[in-house]
């Protein structure tokens, strides 16, 4: 699954490695309590990479599906070993086994599953 393979780098010391994840024309939204970031390229995402601020951050994965050429997942997001908010992430995978299109949706407000207590 490469929605897996995409958030272990981004969650690394290099998270530059998630543009391996991705094809040249790479479409993408998040959408973040703070607004709404988006981009029609790699190099698009590539700047949204670097301009990340640097936190020991893990995405752990509660759920997922694939159907076809569509990924999903739904988690947790843990900073600094506690739980920040939850996200929901689809993607589009190409031919190649990389990500063509990807939509993920942060909220710290709201979970749609019990964050399980051992994890955190």
Excluded at 35 to 48: C, K, P, T, W
Excluded at 66 to 87: A, H, I, R
Aim: net charge negative; aromatic share 10%.
């Amino acid at each position: 699954m490469v929605l897996r393979e995409y958030m272990a780098c981004m969650d690394s010391q290099d998270p530059e490695k998630a543009l391996e994840c991705v094809e040249p024309d790479f479409r993408f939204l998040l959408a973040l309590p703070g607004g709404q970031v988006s981009g029609q390229s790699r190099e698009d995402f590539a700047q949204y990479i670097s301009g990340r601020n640097a936190v020991e951050r893990v995405h752990k994965v509660l759920r997922s599906a694939v159907d076809g050429n569509l990924e999903m997942v739904y988690g947790v997001v843990v900073e600094s070993g506690k739980p920040t908010g939850t996200f929901h992430s689809a993607a589009v995978v190409s031919a190649n086994g990389k990500m063509l299109r990807y939509q993920s949706f942060f909220t710290t407000s709201f979970e749609l599953l019990d964050w399980p207590a051992a994890d955190q």
